[in-house]
């Protein structure tokens, strides 16, 4: 790096400072005349003169900008001194701090004159909060309130109630079937009943008729002894005093039964 | 309707646009009240003023944009001086009142400007901590002051409304030495 051009630099880091120092006071609302404008002006002329680099002279100008605004800055602190009585503010707050909170409350009251105000609904409120209200997104997931179905849970309606319409009529059918059958043969064996030449046949059906024995209108006789289970059809529904559970193992060869 | 009916529901028009808050702030543009009141609003304020000032408020006028009367904004304030034993009564804590006290004191005297910083010091000769942040926090919240990105307070739109910092600053000038304080506050109880 040259002389001329450390110079440069030195005199380049010197316009920032300044310009850094202007800011600061500006933006934390410090005391202006902390700085002699003066001094700095005859200072940058001096580096002016000694500089000529045109990025110098912009950086200058920018410099020459923010003390002209710091001189603008030092009009209003006076401005507000006059206003403030130039009452020394570290007077003010060596008070504070020396006298008790009751007595500053009571100084503070003499200059205290709050609003009075009152809040109330305005028709023009209610309006808006409704609009907001009716305006609002559905919720994630889905609606899980409010009178607004959704198509998709008109559809899994729609399929349930279907389904439902089928099951019942299978088991009417298959109550049916085994009252024919018990008043034929009497006593049904259970295996026999339910057994088809498709084993989801088989399975529907002994699913079925789970639901029979349990709604109470057939009764099941089980005799350990000889491993048989029969079925016994009722004209009408029975209450159950007692529920005992059964437990019927379907392989994968309808032939294997386990309890 | 006569004149005078006339002009008496202009009243009750006025003192409920000024009582009751129909924006986020309180008070009302001159504006506004031109629009409901008619272009002679002024007279009707004033009819108003002297009926609140035998309760004890009065209709203030804060100029924003230079002496337009129509930019200007509208309050009904307190027009005596409140009590200690009004502030109870009022949904204030002596606390409160002594930390908004201490903030607006150092920021008028400071021309309206200081560093949260120096605020805070002198808040935490009187309270803990935690509660001089809660104090000014909420002071921050009603608008007395306001609080820049650079951590620099400045007096809030109610604080000048509200305040007369000549009176503020000449009565904190004068505040008495603790112990005639204490002496005068016994008398008073």
């Known amino acids: 790096m040259t002389t001329a051009e450390k110079k440069l630099r030195i005199a380049k880091e010197e316009l920032e400072n300044i310009i850094k120092i202007c800011e600061n006071i500006e933006k934390r609302g410090l005391n202006p005349f902390t700085v002699n404008v003066k001094e700095l002006l005859s200072k940058l002329r001096k580096t002016l003169e000694e500089t000529p680099d045109l990025d110098y002279y912009v950086m200058d100008a920018e410099t020459v900008y923010k003390i002209a605004t710091l001189v603008a800055l030092q009009h209003k602190w006076l401005k507000e001194k006059a206003r403030a009585l130039f009452v020394d503010a570290q007077m003010i707050a060596t008070r504070l701090v020396a006298m008790d909170k009751k007595s500053i409350v009571r100084a503070f009251l003499k200059a205290w004159r709050p609003i009075v105000s009152l809040e109330h609904m305005t028709p023009h409120r209610l309006r808006q909060g409704i609009e907001h209200f009716l305006g609002l997104p559905p919720r994630g997931g889905g609606r899980t309130w409010g009178w607004k179905i959704s198509q998709r849970e008109v559809e899994l309606i729609k399929g349930k109630i279907a389904e439902e319409e089928e099951i019942a009529e299978k088991l009417k059918e298959l109550r049916e079937e085994l009252m024919k059958t018990y008043e034929e043969k009497g006593e049904v064996d259970y295996w026999e009943f339910i057994k088809r030449d498709r084993f989801e046949e088989s399975f529907e059906r002994a699913y079925l008729l789970s639901f029979l024995i349990t709604e109470g209108y057939v009764d099941v006789k089980r005799n350990p002894l000889k491993n048989e289970i029969k079925l016994i059809p009722r004209k009408e529904k029975v209450k159950r005093e007692q529920s005992v559970s059964l437990v019927i193992t379907i392989g994968g060869e309808l032939g294997e039964r386990r309890r | ?189």
């Not at chain 2, 009819?47 to 203030?60: M, P, Q, T």
């Not at chain 2, 309050?75 to 903030?103: K, Q």
């Not at chain 2, 509200?162 to 030495?177: A, G, R, V």
Request: aromatic letters at 6%; zero cysteines; hydrophobic letters at 40%.
């Open chain 2, 1 to 189: 309707m006569s004149g005078e009916d006339s002009f008496s529901k202009k009243l009750m028009t006025a003192a409920a646009m000024l009582l009751f808050r129909s924006h986020r702030k309180p008070g009302v543009k001159g504006w506004e009240l031109k629009y409901r009141l008619g272009k002679n609003y002024m007279k009707i304020i004033d009819a108003l003023n002297s009926h609140l000032k035998r309760l004890g408020l009065e209709v203030k006028t804060v100029f924003e944009e230079g002496e337009d009367l129509d930019k200007a904004r509208f309050y009904i304030t307190l027009a005596r001086p409140l009590m200690l034993s009004d502030l109870v009564t009022s949904g204030w804590s002596i606390d409160e009142v002594a930390a908004l006290a201490v903030t607006l004191s150092i920021l008028v005297s400071r021309g309206g400007k200081a560093p949260l910083k120096d605020v805070l010091e002198v808040l935490e000769t009187k309270f803990p901590k935690w509660k001089a942040e809660a104090h000014l926090e909420r002071a921050i919240r009603r608008g007395y002051v306001e609080k820049s990105e650079e951590d620099v307070l400045t007096l809030g739109w109610r604080a000048k409304v509200e305040l007369d910092q000549k009176e503020l600053l000449t009565s904190m000038l004068e505040l008495q030495p603790p112990e005639q304080t204490k002496e005068e506050s016994e008398g008073e109880e």
